[in-house]
């Protein structure tokens, strides 16, 4: 199959949203009045809970807490301590949010000119005001930190507070307005739940958990990139330099593709250090389907596939951290040698 032209300037139009939303503008007093109308709604206990809750962003944090929990059933430890299993995730989930919540501080003026989040995000929508959103945020970190660092030990601590730090400081206000490979440095700071998870049970970094964090490392570049394919024009419009705005839809594709191959070797790797034949065949199949997808994608320059790539994105990451919570709890398991500790 030919590659798409698009050098007459015709391009598909894509929403700036993967799954089915209105793309239509809406300014911020729109919003606003949209919100009045909404009357006594948004003025209860369960709407400011709402609100404050999306400062967190909770589908991210919903992966942040799967692979930190998928790490403390691979080491095993807490599953005979549930309450500090849930201890651990709620530290997760109160550092990850407040890092969320600064970058949404930070990034209240673009979120306000982007369609993808005017109309989904507390700022913009003026539903909670900057003040507050900073103190949320400063607040529920320092609590992750602190819990962190009593309950478990100072490592952990560590690890949280790095996370805070470079995702809503160096990432957002440094990295994310310079260069195109925001993303690839940035996916640092997303990918740091398996090794803090890890960390505060044992005190030690290890080999596994670091391949659960290069998974999903590697897995953040193509996954936000094909959000940014169909993304480009909100992403011109706030002069962010994501990689389909400056080198152009093909090189995406092409960046796309490269690091599918990088991800599935990654996880593959995981099979020498305690992974199962269950991992390894949905690890395997997985995949072979992810890779699939980014090469046709790279040979047609179909850009109308980046929305397949980015929802099937997500279907490989739980389905690959989901073989190894149940690789992990299978009596085999049992039989397999301890992972090896770094240092």
């Not at 400011?48 to 991210?60: E, F, N, Q």
């Not at 507050?132 to 030990?153: E, Y």
Request: charged share 15%; net charge positive.
């Amino acid at each position: 199959m030919k590659k798409t032209d698009y050098s007459s300037g015709t391009r598909p139009v894509l929403r700036c949203f993967p799954f089915k939303m209105k793309s239509s503008y809406v300014s911020q007093p729109e919003a606003k009045t949209a919100i009045a109308r909404s009357g006594a709604a948004e003025s209860t206990l369960a709407g400011t809970i709402s609100a404050y809750l999306l400062l967190t962003k909770p589908s991210i944090m919903l992966l942040v807490l799967f692979t930190g929990a998928a790490a403390m059933v691979v080491e095993g430890t807490f599953l005979l301590r549930p309450v500090d299993f849930g201890i651990v995730l709620l530290g997760l989930f109160l550092a990850g949010g407040s890092a969320n919540a600064l970058n949404q501080y930070f990034e209240r003026s673009i979120d306000s000119n982007m369609t993808r989040t005017r109309k989904r995000r507390p700022l913009p929508m003026g539903t909670i005001s900057p003040v507050r959103a900073l103190l949320f945020a400063i607040t529920i970190g320092i609590l992750g930190v602190v819990i962190f660092a009593l309950r478990f030990n100072l490592l952990t601590a560590g690890l949280a507070l790095f996370t805070i730090v470079f995702y809503s400081f160096f990432y957002t206000l440094w990295l994310k307005p310079r260069t195109t490979q925001n993303i690839v440095i940035g996916g640092v700071a997303g990918s740091m739940a398996p090794i803090g998870a890890w960390a505060a049970a044992t005190g030690e970094l290890a080999v596994a958990p670091f391949i659960m964090f290069l998974i999903v490392f590697l897995w953040t570049p193509p996954h936000f990139w094909s959000l940014a394919l169909f993304c480009r024009d909100d992403y011109r419009r706030v002069d962010l330099p994501m990689l389909p705005v400056i080198k152009g839809d093909q090189a995406t594709l092409d960046q796309i593709f490269w690091y599918t191959l990088l991800l599935v070797g990654s996880s593959l790797s995981l099979v020498l250090f305690g992974g199962g034949w269950l991992y390894l065949a949905v690890a395997l199949w997985l995949g072979w389907v992810y890779i699939g997808k980014a090469w046709r994608a790279k040979r047609d320059g179909q850009v109308t596939a980046a929305r397949d790539l980015f929802k099937f994105s997500l279907v490989y990451l739980f389905a690959v951290f989901t073989a190894i919570i149940v690789d992990a709890l299978l009596p085999a398991a049992q039989f397999l040698p301890r992972l090896p500790v770094l240092g």
